[in-house]
């Protein structure tokens, strides 16, 4: 009787605790499933039979039928879903892969160079910023108050900046950095959607991978200083005395070792680039939409396109699911390491 | 002879080459993300708290900011926007009295206990002043648009949302990912269909959500026949709105605490857990003195995360409920939303900067005194 209640080895639960844990997990896998289950039979639904009430089994309840599909992929939406599916295919891992070069770049210059920037040098910079801003407000051409602000700039630089000695380490760059992240979207987009609109950008690749790129640069950061952190600092110190430049170092020694933590970053900014809504909504209007855009757009006039939508949002997560299973044993020993420092 | 002179001359050059280019390595890794961060982070908020100061008007040949002041945050605190901001306040109880003293009492005691301790520094005081006017408002807010009689402002729906989901997406991350690191047959195909939530866009999980708490058409029709509830909506009744939000919340968030818990639980040594078990530890006893000191680090950094994000809360209440019933579920960053779709740039730019305001103030709170001295106690 009691071998029941007893473990075998510590990681292995007993009889009656495993059954209790494959209820306990069933139970979530089915809250996570049911909701996807019905995704997938709306996608099979034509509008009477959404509006008439739950219908719950295909082929007992009622009779599937290949509508939304086929309006979505090949009737009067293809166009607009192969234009936006090709527009988050470009636009997400592009952004992603930047944020993971300049992020892991800046993460590994604050784990292994040391800077101190000065105070003096900051507050004049955020003045000059101020200047310039508070300038094109008043009418002045954007050119002209820029480049007066930058040689304001460096002339203060050089004669009040240098008096403030007080300088900063890398752990505050850092929080800098990372306090990016907290900034909410909408506190910043229209000043973007205006400066972008200045730039002749709205509605280009451009603009969505730059601020994607500046967006998710915080977390590349967050997450790779922690992994930077776990690599021993021996090896470089080795290759730095056969005689490797920093950038060798940086390319052939400290790159591959991080590459689990370089895929798990990856797949995280993939995921939030590729769903993002918010941004995209405003600085796109027409070529370059993606596709949470269009999920949206299913709620028209006449109501929500509940079928429509499920395929759509079926359509989306199919591919990141495929990533996220060919790298999946990447992930967890990426975030393992990192982890590990906290 | 002279090729060889030649030679020389070349190697050195080459050298002083890359001992330049390599000092300037410092920079060439960094300054790539500090000029994008200035670029894009910098220079909008500055704009944005310029916004928030103006009026915004379509003038001829575009549009027009004037210089209004502190107009925009007057309006939001005491104007017309204020039931909508800070919620409609009920009058003050002897039960709310009760309620708001004792928040006092406990902050004047975290004070004292402060200013005992003797090693008081000027920035120290300070924030912790700061902190305690900061918490002493907000829960005057809380108490008084918590109660009967009183409405809960866009400020403080986010900080319900906010807290109430973290607390239940930790909870659940927590415990499913214990589960999940026993050795049990089949426990990878679990973590992989715990992960899917997350793969979903935010918007496509909302409307998700909005059809399957639609009580006269969802699957669970039959259920709210059989409770009679077929003709109240529960998405029009606002706290059930909020629960149908925070439930999409937790179903959304609650893989990312899953996996990075998960991550730290494998990374733990087993040996101080096997001693454990030989002296005859039960397993509650094990958890509570190696596994929770083990990933209390992790678990300080996953909350600051999604603390961070949880703030831009915006999808689920924007397709849910369209923010009703009335403003009930708006979270701030709807609510800034709304004012930028009426074209009110200024009132738009002044609640993103209260919103800002909370998400700071919060982080900071969370990053210096509950982070390190968890952290510390180790």
């Given at each position: 009787?009691?071998?029941?209640?007893?473990?075998?080895?510590?990681?292995?639960?007993?009889?009656?605790?495993?059954?209790?844990?494959?209820?306990?997990?069933?139970?979530?896998?089915?809250?996570?499933?049911?909701?996807?289950?019905?995704?997938?039979?709306?996608?099979?639904?034509?509008?009477?039979?959404?509006?008439?009430?739950?219908?719950?089994?295909?082929?007992?309840?009622y009779q599937p039928s290949l509508d939304a599909w086929k309006y979505i992929l090949v009737g009067d939406l293809s166009k607009d879903t192969l234009r936006n599916f090709t527009n988050t295919?470009?636009?997400?891992?592009?952004?992603?892969?930047?944020?993971?070069?300049?992020?892991?770049?800046?993460?590994?210059?604050?784990?292994?160079?040391?800077?101190?920037?000065?105070?003096?040098?900051?507050?004049?910079?955020?003045?000059c910023v101020l200047l310039s801003i508070f300038t094109i407000s008043k009418g002045v051409p954007w050119q002209i108050a820029l480049a007066v602000s930058a040689v304001v700039f460096f002339l203060l630089l050089q004669t009040i900046g240098r008096r403030f000695q007080r300088a900063l380490g890398n752990?505050?760059?850092?929080?800098?950095?990372?306090?990016?992240?907290?900034?909410?979207?909408?506190?910043?987009?229209?000043?973007?959607?205006?400066?972008?609109?200045?730039?002749?950008?709205?509605?280009?690749?451009?603009?969505?991978?730059?601020?994607?790129?500046?967006?998710?640069?915080?977390?590349?950061?967050?997450?790779?200083?922690?992994?930077?952190?776990?690599?021993?600092?021996?090896?470089?110190?080795?290759?730095?005395?056969?005689?490797?430049?920093?950038?060798?170092?940086?390319?052939?020694?400290?790159?591959?070792?991080?590459?689990?933590?370089?895929?798990?970053?990856?797949?995280?900014?993939?995921?939030?680039?590729?769903?993002?809504?918010?941004?995209?909504?405003?600085?796109?209007?027409?070529?370059?939409?993606?596709?949470?855009?269009?999920?949206?757009?299913?709620?028209?006039?006449?109501?929500?396109?509940?079928?429509?939508?499920?395929?759509?949002?079926?359509?989306?997560?199919?591919?990141?699911?495929?990533?996220?299973?060919v790298l999946e044993r990447y992930i967890t020993r990426g975030l393992l390491i990192g982890a590990v420092k906290g | 002879m002279d090729t060889k002179h030649e030679e020389f001359q070349h190697s050195r050059l080459h050298t002083i080459i890359s001992s330049a280019t390599d000092r300037l390595a410092g920079s060439v890794f960094i300054l790539p993300t500090v000029l994008a961060l200035l670029f894009l982070s910098i220079f909008p908020l500055i704009a944005s708290l310029y916004v928030s100061l103006a009026k915004f008007d379509i003038a001829p040949g575009g549009f027009k900011f004037t210089f209004v002041g502190l107009k925009n945050y007057k309006e939001l605190f005491t104007g017309s926007e204020g039931t909508h901001f800070l919620g409609k306040f009920a009058p003050s109880t002897p039960l709310t009295w009760i309620v708001f003293?004792?928040?006092?009492?406990?902050?004047?005691?975290?004070?004292?206990?402060?200013?005992?301790?003797?090693?008081?520094s000027m920035g120290g005081l300070m924030g912790r002043i700061l902190l305690t006017i900061g918490l002493g408002l907000l829960s005057w807010m809380l108490v008084h648009t918590l109660w009967n009689g009183g409405r809960l402002g866009t400020a403080?729906?986010?900080?319900?949302?906010?807290?109430?989901?973290?607390?239940?997406?930790?909870?659940?991350?927590?415990?499913?990912?214990?589960?999940?690191?026993q050795n049990l047959p089949g426990r990878r195909f679990f973590r992989v269909i715990f992960l899917l939530p997350m793969m979903i866009t935010p918007v496509g999980v909302a409307y998700m959500f909005r059809m399957l708490t639609d009580t006269s058409k969802g699957p669970f029709t039959p259920i709210w026949q059989a409770l009679g509830l077929i003709d109240f909506s529960w998405v029009n009744n606002a706290w059930g709105a909020r629960t149908a939000i925070l439930i999409g919340d937790v179903w959304q968030w609650t893989p990312f605490m899953f996996i990075v818990l998960v991550a730290a639980l494998e990374s733990q040594p087993t040996e101080p857990i096997e001693a454990a078990t030989v002296d005859g530890a039960n397993s509650w006893q094990i958890f509570q003195h190696i596994t929770w000191p083990a990933i209390l680090p992790v678990s300080m950094t996953l909350v600051l995360i999604r603390l961070i994000e949880a703030f831009k809360i915006v999808d689920l209440p924007n397709v849910m409920t369209n923010g009703g019933p009335g403003t009930a579920t708006q979270s701030l960053t709807y609510h800034a939303y709304i004012n930028w779709r009426a074209l009110d740039l200024g009132a738009s730019g002044a609640v993103a900067y209260m919103l800002l305001f909370l998400v700071t103030f919060f982080s900071m709170i969370f990053v210096n005194l509950i982070r390190q001295r968890t952290v510390e106690a180790l």
């Open positions: 009787m009691k071998r029941w209640f007893q473990s075998k080895t510590i990681n292995t639960p007993s009889p009656v605790g495993a059954l209790l844990s494959y209820l306990v997990l069933g139970f979530w896998a089915l809250l996570i499933l049911f909701p996807l289950y019905w995704l997938v039979i709306t996608s099979f639904k034509i509008s009477s039979q959404v509006a008439e009430g739950p219908f719950y089994i295909p082929f007992v309840d295919a470009i636009v997400a891992p592009v952004s992603a892969l930047l944020a993971l070069v300049f992020g892991t770049t800046a993460a590994y210059a604050l784990v292994r160079f040391e800077y101190r920037p000065r105070v003096g040098a900051i507050l004049t910079f955020i003045g752990n505050d760059i850092a929080f800098w950095m990372i306090s990016q992240r907290m900034l909410p979207p909408i506190a910043v987009v229209i000043p973007i959607y205006i400066l972008f609109q200045k730039l002749h950008l709205l509605d280009t690749y451009i603009a969505l991978i730059i601020t994607y790129v500046t967006s998710n640069l915080p977390i590349v950061i967050w997450l790779m200083r922690d992994y930077l952190n776990t690599i021993p600092i021996e090896l470089e110190e080795c290759a730095a005395i056969d005689g490797a430049s920093r950038y060798r170092i940086f390319s052939s020694i400290v790159l591959p070792l991080a590459i689990p933590g370089l895929v798990a970053t990856f797949l995280f900014v993939l995921v939030f680039t590729w769903n993002e809504y918010l941004l995209a909504l405003f600085l796109s209007s027409a070529k370059i939409q993606t596709l949470p855009l269009t999920i949206a757009a299913q709620n028209a006039t006449r109501g929500p396109q509940w079928w429509n939508m499920s395929v759509l949002i079926l359509i989306m997560i199919v591919p990141v699911i495929v990533i996220a299973i | 003293g004792v928040v006092v009492m406990a902050l004047a005691v975290f004070l004292a206990r402060y200013l005992l301790k003797g090693k008081v403080s729906t986010t900080l319900v949302y906010v807290f109430v989901g973290i607390f239940f997406q930790y909870i659940l991350g927590l415990g499913l990912a214990l589960l999940t690191v």
